[in-house]
């Protein structure tokens, strides 16, 4: 059973900072490409930034300048550091990984449960 769980989403006020977590576990082969995606109330699921396999990362331009993705491929966690927090970023953010669970197989995609991102004074 491959698990992706999401953590650090907090209420933040705007200008502020949050670093969002999402850990890998269970059996796999290996984690392809990973990325954070936000879905904000009566809105439709979007894209925040990705990671490749290889290195390669990929930004929503309404976070670019402001949010850092990075993974660390030992640990199976990705991460995604939010500065300058405004509140249009709140939403709940979902974790993605496309894992390979055997070398002989193609990868699939996971998410994780989301977790809440509010941005208030």
């Known amino acids: 059973q491959v698990q992706l769980v999401e953590s650090g989403g907090d209420l933040v006020q705007p200008g502020g900072s949050l670093r969002l977590s999402c850990a890998a576990s269970?059996?796999?082969?290996?984690?392809?490409?990973m990325g954070w995606y936000r879905q904000a109330p009566g809105k439709q699921r979007e894209l925040v930034a990705t990671s490749t396999a290889g290195g390669s990362l990929n930004y929503a331009d309404s976070v670019k300048g402001r949010f850092t993705i990075s993974r660390d491929n030992a640990k199976n966690t990705l991460y995604l550091q939010m500065n300058s927090l405004k509140p249009e970023d709140a939403a709940v953010y979902y974790c993605n990984a496309v894992i390979r669970r055997r070398a002989s197989v193609r990868g699939v995609d996971y998410w994780g449960q989301g977790t809440q991102v509010t941005v208030s004074s």
């Open positions: 269970g059996s796999f082969f290996s984690i392809n490409a």
